[in-house]
């Protein structure tokens, strides 16, 4: 089950996320609408005929995507296993667009804004501007390149869902629904916030984002189209309401927009992270209340988001045979649910990991394409954890542990405490605040991110902070003493 439908109360309408594949006959014909990309021919895996790969990539969400071409560039067989590889990506992604351009794919942005806002709270000196520009990615496109590299690099696609993995002789077998099965050398569980195949050896303990969200054509709208706004914690649409006001000040949400024009806009009302998660209706009453407040008249809504993101908790077990990455391998930023530009960053260097594993020593020497197939449990054991070290070094678990940290903070933060917090927070210098949200800040730089943020705070907000703070300060430096 998904994080998302398991979060949803029975009567909400979940959008499908790629993963809901027929349940019964995965090779099923799929309905038009779940379909994108009708020109792109797909080169399918023909079960009648197996082949052996060298490695099976479970998911094709973005992380999949990408860690398939990246290893099939190099000449490795590979096969991407997904119910539906042509089905539209729902999420709307947003992304600072320094981190897209870095990578090459600032042209995978169909909306982008000069800078983002944010809204503390009413007052006249309550807006904060960031003078970060922000772009939300164009879906259609990003996959649709990523669909043709992995093509081009000679990936194999087989449409089907996966049910559990066995290992035996040096390979790993993935189960299909519908009895089939296919192997490789490696596995890799790219399916995202399912986790279908990956481990956990203590209990998956998250935090969550939830967010409630809608594209919509309204009449007109106040936003400026040229900012985006990252944040209002504004309340007074709710002063009507004194329950939900209520309940807003101990468990705070915000309003996340998108606005593409003067009458079409993403408007998302947003738990940056509670445990456990604030409930759909009580998000999309939140949200009515505020475009009610704005005097918004929807005349079309395009689209409907329910978002729950897994943030932080324990990571997979590590090592263990299959590879997780993306979703699966906790490389969700865990104080502020951010991850695409952080996994399709870390692609390369998994990737070729992964390429280095199954290099024969000679391959390496000559560059023959000589595939090293492992000959035993333990070797393909040891291929694996050595995947699994470049994925997370002891650099990214300190880091993390730090986020975790971070995160443990905010989930105690009322509305009063989270405004004092992010006041300080966009206070930092562009390095700190950049670097700390883009996952850019080693765990030295992580420090005195957190020592300015504290000088920056006041003195009422560093007293919540030493209060709220100390005990997973703690847990924290005593895992840090652990960390291998
Ligand atoms: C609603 C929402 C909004 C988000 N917004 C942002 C954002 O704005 N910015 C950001 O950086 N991050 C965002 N995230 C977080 C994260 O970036 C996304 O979840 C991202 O899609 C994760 O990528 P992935 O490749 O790991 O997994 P996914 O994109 O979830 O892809 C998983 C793939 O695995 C397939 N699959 C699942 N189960 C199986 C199975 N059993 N067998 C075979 N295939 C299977 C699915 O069909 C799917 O294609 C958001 C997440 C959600 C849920």
Not at 214 to 233: K, Q, R
């Amino acid at each position: 089950m998904t994080a998302e439908t398991a979060a949803a109360p029975p009567s909400t309408p979940v959008l499908p996320r790629g993963g809901r594949g027929p349940a019964s006959d995965p090779s099923a014909p799929l309905s038009p609408d779940k379909v994108l990309f009708t020109d792109i021919q797909l080169p399918l895996y023909d079960p009648t005929e197996p082949a052996t790969f060298d490695i099976v990539v479970v998911g094709s969400g973005p992380a999949g995507l990408a860690v398939a071409d990246r290893v099939a560039q190099a000449g490795f067989k590979v096969l991407i296993v997904d119910p539906n590889p042509l089905a539209p990506w729902v999420n709307n992604f947003g992304v600072w667009i320094d981190e897209f351009e870095l990578m090459g794919l600032a042209d995978c942005l169909d909306y982008t804004w000069d800078r983002a806002l944010v809204y503390l709270n009413s007052e006249s000196d309550g807006a904060r501007y960031l003078k970060r520009p922000y772009g939300r990615v164009d879906r259609p496109k990003l996959k649709r390149r990523l669909l043709e590299r992995c093509i081009a690099s000679g990936v194999m696609f087989h449409r089907a869902k996966a049910k559990d993995v066995s290992h035996g002789g040096g390979r790993s077998t993935v189960a299909l629904e519908g009895g089939q099965q296919v192997s490789g050398s490696l596995v890799v569980d790219a399916t995202g916030h399912s986790r279908k195949l990956v481990e956990f050896d203590k209990p998956f303990n998250p935090g969550y984002q939830g967010a409630y969200g809608i594209v919509v054509e309204v009449e007109s709208h106040p936003f400026d189209c040229g900012t985006m706004l990252f944040m209002d914690w504004r309340d007074d649409h709710l002063d009507a309401s004194p329950d939900v006001k209520a309940r807003n000040e101990k468990l705070p949400t915000f309003l996340y927009a998108m606005p593409f024009s003067p009458t079409k806009i993403f408007l998302e009302e947003t738990s940056l992270v509670a445990r456990p998660i604030i409930p759909f209706p009580e998000l999309k009453l939140r949200l009515e209340k505020r475009m009610q407040h704005l005097g918004l008249k929807v005349l079309k809504v395009e689209e409907e988001e329910f978002c729950a993101i897994p943030m932080g908790g324990v990571l997979p077990m590590r090592p263990q045979r299959v590879i997780g990455i993306g979703g699966t391998a906790g490389m969700v930023h865990p104080s502020t649910g951010y991850m695409v530009s952080r996994v399709l960053g870390a692609v390369p260097l998994v990737a070729d990991a992964i390429i280095d594993q199954l290099s024969s020593v000679s391959d390496k020497a000559t560059d023959g394409h000589l595939q090293r197939a492992p000959r035993s449990d333990a070797e393909a054991a040891a291929m694996s954890a050595a995947v699994w070290r470049t994925m997370w070094p002891v650099q990214r678990l300190r880091q993390r542990e730090f986020f975790e940290f971070g995160m443990e903070v905010l989930l105690k933060l009322d509305l009063a405490e989270t405004r004092e917090f992010f006041a300080a927070f966009f206070a930092l210098s562009d390095y700190h605040w950049h670097g700390f949200l883009s996952s850019r800040l080693s765990f030295l730089e992580l420090i005195a991110f957190g020592l300015s943020l504290f000088a920056k705070s006041s003195n009422a907000a560093r007293i919540n902070l030493l209060q709220k703070g100390l005990p997973g300060l703690v847990v924290m430096l005593s895992r840090l003493a652990t960390l291998r």
